[in-house]
């Protein structure tokens, strides 16, 4: 079945740095690739998300870059500010009906200091 | 977001014994999911659903049952709590899986077995 690496674990920089967070995925089939962010003690919601069809998708600071052949993803944050600390999930799915599960990644807990 | 709840969200059982996590969601969305999240693990698919009467195994479900009678309730059973078994369950649903919607993610269940 499909398996989704992260990193880092944890990634600290200060504030209006960049981040970066890296994903590989297992299964060829997977056409589907969102983000989440989930801050201390809130649930996980959607920030960013690509298709297998586009290979960069940007939304203000953030971006999201998908190398298909070498089946990996990364999230891109620019100028970071001390509320984008939060833990980011990536995950993949093939997508279709009743055919895929969204595997999550285990996590970055990314800390801006001011 | 206030159109996704959990209840109860917080939970102190002991082992072996059934506890019932409740999920109610005010969307009418078709696909309903349980995830549990576990430090180092990220989020684990237990079992989702693809409408009322369907349901289907995710990464993780041994132990648990699951049953949706009605589209908008998604009750996730414990049928004998372990130890291994406390975790923050999250319930999430979207409008469409063939579209690769979102997810919205519920409050989430802290569950402690003793």
């Known amino acids: 079945g499909e398996n989704v690496e992260q990193h880092p674990s944890t990634l600290s920089v200060q504030e209006g740095d960049s981040a970066v967070i890296k994903c590989t995925y297992s299964d060829s089939a997977s056409n589907y690739f969102p983000w989440y962010k989930q801050e201390l003690g809130k649930r996980p919601q959607l920030i960013i998300d690509?298709?297998?069809?586009?290979g960069e998708k940007k939304d203000q600071r953030i971006a999201v870059t998908l190398n298909k052949t070498a089946k990996h993803f990364s999230l891109h944050i620019t100028e970071t500010q001390p509320e984008d600390s939060a833990v980011y999930f990536c995950a993949a799915s093939r997508g279709g009906f009743n055919t895929d599960k969204l595997i999550f990644g285990t996590g970055t807990r990314l800390q801006v200091f001011p | 977001d206030a159109g996704i709840t959990q209840s109860p969200r917080y939970k102190i059982t002991e082992t072996g014994r059934q506890v019932t996590l409740m999920c109610h969601q005010t969307w009418s969305h078709s696909y309903m999911f349980w995830y549990r999240q576990d430090l180092g693990h990220g989020l684990r698919l237990i079992y989702y659903s693809a409408a009322a009467d369907i349901t289907d195994k995710g990464e993780v479900p041994d132990g648990y049952v699951v049953s949706r009678s009605k589209t908008e309730n998604f009750p996730l059973t414990l049928e004998s709590a372990t130890r291994s078994q406390t975790s923050v369950y999250f319930c999430?649903?979207?409008?469409?899986?063939?579209?690769?919607?979102?997810?919205?993610f519920g409050p989430g269940t802290r569950l402690t077995v003793l």
């Open positions: 999430a649903s979207s409008e469409d899986r063939v579209k690769e919607n979102e997810q919205f």
């Open positions: 690509i298709r297998s069809n586009v």
